[in-house]
């Protein structure tokens, strides 16, 4: 089951994930997942170069995700350029020290990664295409997880030579959570040692989708000239100083062969997840180009096939047939299907027609602090939304006046007059929280469904070098959490230190940095602590009484009931069941029971850590008619906790990274033994073309630091 996430980079290329639960010797690890930071989203365009509202159908709102250096910054600028949206094209870590477009922040060009997602709007053969460029490093991985929560389709973008890797499954698995449609695009053709077929074979066989190419390269490497689209069969060469000008013609002689068996191939995969193709199929009937395309698209937008494209971002080849799939083959808003609970938890479905003949009903999916204030990024999911309106947070139940509309492009921004279903904007003075609900209607009480959010997993202290720059270390801190909630901060009694968590070391190291660079507060860190966890081995009973007398009304509340530990499935819950019956504890006291239970459980006897992994069965009490509270029940249920933890069998929790390595094949013994001298578990090895792979499982406190290229 994987569950946690984390990449470093060192001497080669090494990545590692944690992603399952695993016992080493008295030490359990426990359930963490990971995610990125903060973004700036793009929206739709609504009206068409002729002013009209632009129809549904020709929309489209994808994300483009992936591992690490995989190329997704360089092919959405190279999209932006032939889209007309940007005039000259510039590299992620280019000599001219300007930049991609999309990477606008400064640690980014610095860094040459994605830190935030960015995004943009453009218009491709007179549809409105929104893109949103995520982080592919895991330490971000919640900018990932936000954008695909509002995104309708995805482009999975593979390396040519790395294949499937460790971040790979992590967005494979974000893109299932959510049920997005996606294409995948296999890049870097040109690089020494691409093979699309292997990792073709690895898409199947470790992510398990039933993929086909719908397009094979003309030549590897430095020999990539173009590449054959197997459903119009024809060979696409990419002409020009830039190969903005493609151009077709007929499939070389050599081949000819090989064409044949991939359009075999893919017309098979397609007829497996397709009936009007299968049967066609079965027939043994060769479809039509239309018929092929109608097959692709209805499997691809219910998830049962992924086309695979192919191509060079860097070498400007494969970009404007990628394009022509996603108007092809990915969903426009209406044929993706949104609801709502409602506040009896029944699902109401939005409905995707772009008018007024529904109320408006939106979710906020992301914050920035940005120039004017807070900007708050909405997807639109019903309804018309105008400037100058008020819309209400169904949340708080605060009723707040839009007063700015804008769409993004990077960190460039547009005003419009309104948004309707289906598009993506950005609102200004908003005060809200991720994951909230607006609505046209006060008393329409829907909420969509929210955006998953994993827990940190790793702290560490945190101060200003200067006692004078608290007030912008305050400031800086106070923006930073509420713009990314995966980095957290919380004073520790005991040290009298703040003590900042995240995802990783790169995800503090870089607010450190912003800390310096955007409001002139240099920080001083301690080092990195992994987030344990404390949970019971066996279960332990609780039976007591808080009784408290001090003239006038008492204070009276006696708690019974058993804690258990849970499977190693849930080493990360917290759970609470009401089984009293009768009036010993009355109903409405039970919330006060759950409270001081859960409060108690933030601080566990053994090293102060949370307990979880743990059920809290509350099966009986008594109560005063005069002196019963919810102070009292709540004190009661604290000094349970307290009472029961000194008779409890308790286990500490860690941890346990799954390890991938991969380098080069006169490094296999120093990393072999690196891992062995960590007390890593090898689980097993494999390699190819000059590289080899070693999967592990270490724990994640050893392994911190392996990031700075600490290798033995």
């Given at each position: 089951?994987?569950?946690?996430?984390?990449?470093?980079?060192?001497?080669?290329?090494?990545?590692?994930?944690?992603?399952?639960?695993?016992?080493?010797?008295?030490?359990?690890?426990?359930?963490?997942?990971?995610?990125?930071?903060?973004?700036?989203?793009?929206?739709?365009?609504?009206?068409?170069?002729?002013?009209?509202?632009?129809?549904?159908?020709?929309?489209?709102?994808?994300?483009?995700?992936?591992?690490?250096?995989?190329?997704?910054?360089?092919?959405?600028?190279?999209?932006?350029?032939?889209?007309?949206?940007?005039?000259?094209?510039?590299?992620?870590?280019?000599?001219?020290?300007?930049?991609?477009?999309?990477?606008?922040?400064?640690?980014?060009?610095?860094?040459?990664?994605?830190?935030?997602?960015?995004?943009?709007?453009?218009?491709?053969?007179?549809?409105?295409?929104?893109?949103?460029?995520?982080?592919?490093?895991?330490?971000?991985?919640?900018?990932?997880?936000?954008?695909?929560?509002?995104?309708?389709?995805?482009?999975?973008?593979?390396?040519?030579?790395?294949?499937?890797?460790?971040?790979?499954?992590?967005?494979?698995?974000?893109?299932?959570?959510?049920?997005?449609?996606?294409?995948?695009?296999?890049?870097?053709?040109?690089?020494?040692?691409?093979?699309?077929?292997?990792?073709?074979?690895?898409?199947?066989?470790?992510?398990?989708?039933?993929?086909?190419?719908?397009?094979?390269?003309?030549?590897?490497?430095?020999?990539?000239?173009?590449?054959?689209?197997?459903?119009?069969?024809?060979?696409?060469?990419?002409?020009g100083d830039y190969g903005e000008t493609v151009r077709y013609d007929t499939i070389p002689d050599h081949l000819q062969?090989?064409?044949?068996?991939?359009?075999?191939?893919?017309?098979?995969?397609?007829?497996?997840?397709?009936?009007?193709?299968?049967?066609?199929?079965?027939?043994?009937?060769?479809?039509?180009?239309?018929?092929?395309?109608?097959?692709?698209?209805?499997?691809?937008?219910?998830?049962?096939?992924?086309?695979?494209?192919?191509?060079?971002?860097?070498?400007?080849?494969?970009?404007?047939?990628?394009?022509?799939?996603?108007?092809?083959?990915?969903?426009?808003?209406?044929?993706?299907?949104?609801?709502?609970?409602?506040?009896?938890?029944?699902?109401?479905?939005?409905?995707?027609?772009?008018?007024?003949?529904?109320?408006?009903?939106?979710?906020?999916?992301?914050?920035?602090?940005?120039?004017?204030?807070?900007?708050?990024?909405?997807?639109?999911?019903?309804?018309?939304?105008?400037?100058?309106?008020?819309?209400?947070?169904?949340?708080?139940?605060?009723?707040?006046?839009?007063?700015?509309?804008?769409?993004?492009?990077?960190?460039?921004?547009?005003?419009v007059e309104d948004v309707y279903a289906g598009d993506i904007c950005a609102l200004f003075g908003i005060d809200c929280?991720?994951?909230?609900?607006?609505?046209?209607?006060?008393?329409?009480?829907?909420?969509?469904?929210?955006?998953?959010?994993?827990?940190?997993?790793?702290?560490?202290?945190?101060?200003?070098?200067?006692?004078?720059?608290?007030?912008?270390?305050?400031?800086?801190?106070?923006?930073?959490?509420?713009?990314?909630?995966?980095?957290?901060?919380?004073?520790?009694?005991?040290?009298?230190?703040?003590?900042?968590?995240?995802?990783?070391?790169?995800?503090?190291?870089?607010?450190?940095?912003?800390?310096?660079?955007?409001?002139?507060?240099?920080?001083?860190?301690?080092?990195?602590?992994?987030?344990?966890?404390?949970?019971?081995?066996?279960?332990?009973?609780?039976?007591?009484?808080?009784?408290?007398?001090?003239?006038?009304?008492?204070?009276?509340?006696?708690?019974?009931?058993?804690?258990?530990?849970?499977?190693?499935?849930?080493?990360?819950?917290?759970?609470?069941?009401?089984?009293t019956m009768g009036t010993n504890v009355p109903k409405q006291y039970i919330p006060s029971i759950e409270k001081g239970?859960?409060?108690?459980?933030?601080?566990?006897?053994?090293?102060?850590?949370?307990?979880?992994?743990?059920?809290?069965?509350?099966?009986?009490?008594?109560?005063?008619?005069?002196?019963?509270?919810?102070?009292?029940?709540?004190?009661?249920?604290?000094?349970?906790?307290?009472?029961?933890?000194?008779?409890?069998?308790?286990?500490?929790?860690?941890?346990?990274?799954?390890?991938?390595?991969?380098?080069?094949?006169?490094?296999?013994?120093?990393?072999?033994?690196?891992?062995?001298?960590?007390?890593?578990?090898?689980?097993?090895?494999?390699?190819?073309?000059?590289?080899?792979?070693?999967?592990?499982?270490?724990?994640?406190?050893?392994?911190?630091?392996?990031?700075?290229?600490?290798?033995?």
């Amino acid at each position: 089951m994987r569950l946690l996430r984390s990449i470093w980079s060192g001497a080669g290329q090494h990545v590692v994930r944690c992603t399952r639960l695993q016992s080493i010797g008295v030490t359990n690890s426990y359930r963490m997942g990971q995610l990125p930071r903060v973004c700036q989203y793009s929206t739709t365009s609504t009206n068409g170069e002729d002013g009209e509202l632009t129809p549904v159908e020709r929309i489209r709102n994808i994300g483009i995700s992936a591992h690490i250096d995989s190329g997704k910054t360089t092919l959405t600028e190279r999209i932006l350029f032939y889209t007309g949206k940007i005039k000259a094209m510039h590299e992620v870590k280019g000599k001219d020290n300007v930049g991609a477009t999309m990477d606008s922040m400064e640690l980014e060009r610095q860094r040459g990664i994605t830190i935030q997602s960015a995004a943009t709007y453009l218009s491709w053969k007179d549809t409105n295409i929104n893109i949103i460029d995520t982080p592919g490093h895991v330490d971000f991985t919640i900018e990932v997880e936000r954008a695909l929560r509002v995104l309708d389709g995805a482009v999975l973008v593979l390396c040519a030579v790395g294949g499937v890797q460790s971040q790979t499954f992590t967005v494979n698995r974000q893109m299932q959570r959510y049920r997005v449609p996606c294409l995948a695009f296999i890049n870097k053709l040109d690089r020494g040692n691409a093979n699309p077929t292997r990792v073709m074979n690895q898409l199947r066989a470790k992510l398990k989708h039933n993929a086909a190419f719908v397009q094979i390269p003309i030549g590897l490497e430095k020999e990539t000239k173009g590449l054959i689209d197997l459903i119009e069969k024809r060979a696409v060469y990419f002409d020009g100083d830039y190969g903005e000008t493609v151009r077709y013609d007929t499939i070389p002689d050599h081949l000819q062969e090989e064409v044949d068996s991939r359009r075999k191939e893919l017309i098979e995969c397609v007829s497996n997840a397709d009936d009007e193709l299968g049967e066609l199929f079965l027939e043994e009937v060769e479809p039509t180009t239309e018929q092929l395309k109608a097959g692709i698209r209805r499997s691809t937008l219910k998830r049962a096939f992924t086309p695979v494209f192919v191509g060079t971002a860097l070498k400007n080849k494969g970009v404007q047939p990628l394009l022509d799939g996603v108007l092809d083959y990915l969903p426009n808003p209406s044929e993706v299907d949104n609801f709502a609970l409602d506040e009896n938890e029944d699902k109401t479905q939005m409905s995707p027609l772009r008018d007024e003949s529904h109320p408006f009903v939106s979710l906020a999916f992301k914050l920035e602090a940005g120039r004017f204030g807070q900007l708050t990024y909405i997807r639109v999911y019903q309804g018309r939304l105008s400037k100058g309106e008020y819309i209400h947070n169904t949340r708080t139940g605060k009723r707040v006046k839009v007063s700015r509309l804008v769409r993004m492009h990077a960190d460039k921004m547009e005003d419009v007059e309104d948004v309707y279903a289906g598009d993506i904007c950005a609102l200004f003075g908003i005060d809200c929280a991720s994951g909230d609900t607006f609505v046209s209607q006060p008393k329409l009480q829907l909420s969509m469904e929210s955006i998953h959010i994993p827990e940190p997993v790793i702290s560490l202290a945190i101060k200003p070098e200067k006692n004078t720059d608290l007030e912008k270390f305050s400031k800086g801190i106070h923006r930073f959490t509420r713009e990314d909630p995966t980095f957290t901060i919380k004073f520790d009694d005991d040290s009298k230190e703040s003590i900042v968590s995240g995802m990783g070391e790169l995800h503090l190291e870089i607010y450190a940095q912003r800390m310096k660079n955007e409001y002139a507060c240099p920080v001083i860190t301690g080092k990195p602590k992994v987030a344990f966890r404390e949970t019971l081995t066996e279960p332990v009973a609780f039976d007591y009484l808080h009784k408290k007398q001090t003239g006038g009304h008492g204070q009276y509340g006696r708690v019974t009931g058993i804690m258990e530990p849970i499977g190693a499935d849930c080493y990360t819950k917290l759970e609470f069941e009401d089984e009293t019956m009768g009036t010993n504890v009355p109903k409405q006291y039970i919330p006060s029971i759950e409270k001081g239970f859960r409060e108690a459980c933030e601080k566990g006897p053994m090293i102060g850590q949370r307990m979880t992994g743990v059920v809290i069965r509350v099966q009986d009490g008594m109560h005063h008619l005069v002196d019963s509270s919810d102070l009292a029940f709540r004190l009661a249920a604290m000094g349970a906790y307290k009472e029961a933890m000194q008779a409890a069998k308790l286990q500490l929790l860690e941890p346990i990274m799954t390890v991938e390595v991969t380098a080069p094949d006169e490094f296999q013994a120093v990393v072999m033994g690196s891992i062995n001298k960590r007390s890593g578990i090898i689980l097993g090895t494999g390699g190819g073309d000059g590289y080899f792979t070693v999967d592990a499982e270490v724990s994640n406190g050893i392994i911190l630091g392996m990031g700075e290229g600490n290798i033995p």
